[in-house]
């Protein structure tokens, strides 16, 4: 049976197209079958109306109290039975109530080799601390801000003279290899998620595989 994703997005969507291209192409056995989005006008809804995917906007303008809007998206998101709730780009922070009964089906991805730098503004932070090696990481959301099991990572190089737009772009890049892989790991029962922790081929993983970085 081809495994159900519901990807929530924020923003311009590019997991979310590079998702897509690993379906179209083969690579993943899955269907999205919603993209939900918080904004109105959200890059990522045209993205997926333009593959034929359906949308459902629930701007989160319209709501004072994040507890009304989790469950307005779960609701929405039940609908849909979906095996696997992918957030790609989604900037709002899940109540815990929401994150516990999604618990081991909700997934997210970050643009650092986590535990390194949570929160925003990773690349600048990074770069800041001269780092030469920086990454991203898919993982398996907890209520714990950035701190759930990490499934994948891959790595990243950082170069002498990168800007925090260079090395974004540099990140992002690996993050559409990063996400499609970690999302097949997940549906093949490769890596699974038991007891808040990420277990692989059956034993607990202590740390996440690192893709290592393709280009130059
Ligand atoms: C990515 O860098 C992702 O790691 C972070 O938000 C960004 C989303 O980009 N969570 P896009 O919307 O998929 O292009």
Known sequence: MTARLAVIVS???TNLEAILDAIAAG??????????????????LARATTRGV??????QRAYTERA????????????????????AGFMRILSDGFVKRWL?????????LLPAYPGLHTHRRALA??????????HFVTPALDSGPAVLQVEVPVRPNDSEGLLAARVLNAEHRLYPEALRRI????????????????????????LPHLHS
């Open 11 to 13: 923003g311009r969507g």
């Open 27 to 44: 690579t993943l056995a899955a269907r999205v079958v919603v993209v939900i989005a918080d904004r109105p006008g959200a890059q990522a």
């Open 54 to 59: 359906p949308t459902v906007t629930i701007d």
């Open 68 to 87: 009304a809007f989790d469950s307005d998206l779960d609701a929405e998101l039940a609908r849909h039975s979906p095996d696997l709730v992918v957030l």
């Open 104 to 112: 081991g089906k909700l997934v997210n991805i970050h643009p650092s």
């Open 129 to 138: 601390d001269r780092v030469t090696t920086h990454g991203a990481t898919v």
């Open 187 to 210: 549906l093949s029962g490769q890596v699974a998620f038991r007891d808040g922790a990420v277990y692989c081929d059956g034993a607990p993983l202590a740390r996440p595989e690192r």
